[in-house]
């Protein structure tokens, strides 16, 4: 009779620890996301940019970035942030399209692009956050403005406005920009309240037209302003 007992017990408390565990891990994984903070901010700001080249002339490209930043803080301050910004240059890259006789100039690029970074957040004062961070970046391209002048199939000398990241219908065949650009981005940020002022670099590590150039590599420098929500 005793052993009987003894066993329906051991059931109970078994069924019961079935219960439990799957309890207590769910209020970790609650305690653990409640341990970490997590962010959002709007944010706009000054671009200017430079695209190294070998063959071509390059001068600078300057515009501004606007965008939308999410992050999370662990409680060993580590923070890992991402978004979605719009980067918008003005600027002018000219020269010859080899293997085909044609001469073009950029004049615009408007870019969409994902950054990803870690950092270490120091706290230096009461309500001031400084924020060292490292990561990298892909864009997408959206908009090369540009033209293109030369001769046409006919021995025809024509010049046109042409969108460089793309086949443009134009008297004359040339390969487009590569609109995808990737690389490695490196700064601080310093928050105070809601507000935050950011200072970035980029260096871009894709070619954005290696047949007219070997070297056509961006390298921006950012400033940027920004609203935090908590």
């Known amino acids: 009779m005793h052993r009987k007992l003894f066993i329906m017990q051991s059931i109970i408390m078994k069924m019961k620890a079935k219960n439990v565990l799957p309890a207590l891990a769910g209020t970790m994984l609650v305690l653990q996301a409640s341990a970490q903070h ?108 540009g033209w293109i002048e030369g001769t046409d199939h006919y021995q025809q000398p024509f010049g046109a406005a042409a969108d460089l990241f793309r086949h443009t219908r134009i008297p004359a065949d040339y390969r487009p920009f590569n609109r995808f650009d990737s690389g490695i981005l490196t700064g601080v940020g310093l928050t105070y309240r809601h507000l935050g002022l950011d200072v970035s670099y980029q260096l871009g590590l894709t070619h954005l037209a290696a047949t007219y150039d070997s070297r056509l590599q961006q390298r921006s420098w950012n400033i940027s302003l920004s609203y935090r929500f908590r």
């Open 38 to 145: 997590w962010g959002f901010s709007l944010q706009a700001g000054y671009l200017n940019n430079h695209i190294t080249a070998q063959k071509l002339t390059s001068g600078p490209f300057e515009g501004f970035t606007a965008g939308a930043t999410a992050d999370v803080t662990f409680p060993c301050r580590l923070t890992c942030e991402t978004g979605l910004h719009y980067r918008w240059m003005r600027g002018t890259l000219k020269g010859p399209m080899l293997y085909n006789g044609l001469h073009f100039r950029l004049d615009r690029m408007d870019y969409l692009q994902l950054p990803l970074a870690v950092g270490y957040r120091f706290c230096p004062m009461p309500h001031f956050t400084l924020t060292p961070k490292i990561g990298g970046y892909v864009a997408l391209g959206l908009k090369a403005d």
